[in-house]
């Protein structure tokens, strides 16, 4: 595993709702990231808690990512160290329920 995916796997891990993203919570700076926070939000989840990594500021986490999870685009949201997906998934999960049940542990 190299250093940023060593990295990628550390908050993955250790925190329980990531967030990588371009931008963070407060400054979003691409549409779809915005959306992200947004569904979160929806979600009754504190901006506060929600741990994000801007990809924009370190290109190995930005690469890294995109091959740890497998999936090619930002943002991608990962709930208690298991990948949820993009805001095109999470948005469909939100209509659903299903997202609000995997955040609060009721899935």
Same mark, same amino acid.
């Given at each position: 595993?190299?250093? /940023?995916?060593?990295?990628?796997?550390?908050?993955?891990?250790?925190?329980?709702?990531?967030? #990588? @993203?371009?931008?963070?919570? !407060? #400054?979003? @700076? +691409?549409? #779809?990231?915005?959306?992200?926070?947004?569904?979160?939000?929806? +979600?009754?989840?504190?901006?506060?808690?929600?741990?994000? =990594?801007?990809?924009?500021?370190?290109?190995? $986490?930005?690469?890294? $990512?995109?091959? *740890?999870?497998?999936?090619?685009?930002?943002?991608?949201? *990962? =709930?208690?160290?298991? #990948? $949820?997906?993009? !805001?095109? $998934?999470?948005?469909?999960? *939100?209509?659903?329920?299903?997202?609000?049940? =995997?955040?609060?542990?009721? /899935?």
């Amino acid at each position: 595993m190299s250093d /940023a995916q060593t990295r990628i796997d550390q908050l993955v891990k250790s925190n329980d709702i990531v967030l #990588f @993203m371009k931008g963070n919570a !407060s #400054f979003p @700076m +691409c549409g #779809f990231s915005g959306r992200a926070i947004q569904i979160l939000k929806a +979600c009754g989840v504190e901006p506060k808690t929600i741990q994000t =990594v801007n990809v924009l500021e370190d290109d190995g $986490i930005r690469q890294g $990512i995109k091959e *740890y999870s497998n999936w090619p685009t930002i943002p991608q949201l *990962y =709930v208690k160290g298991e #990948f $949820i997906g993009g !805001s095109d $998934i999470m948005m469909e999960m *939100y209509e659903s329920g299903e997202l609000q049940q =995997v955040i609060t542990g009721q /899935a």
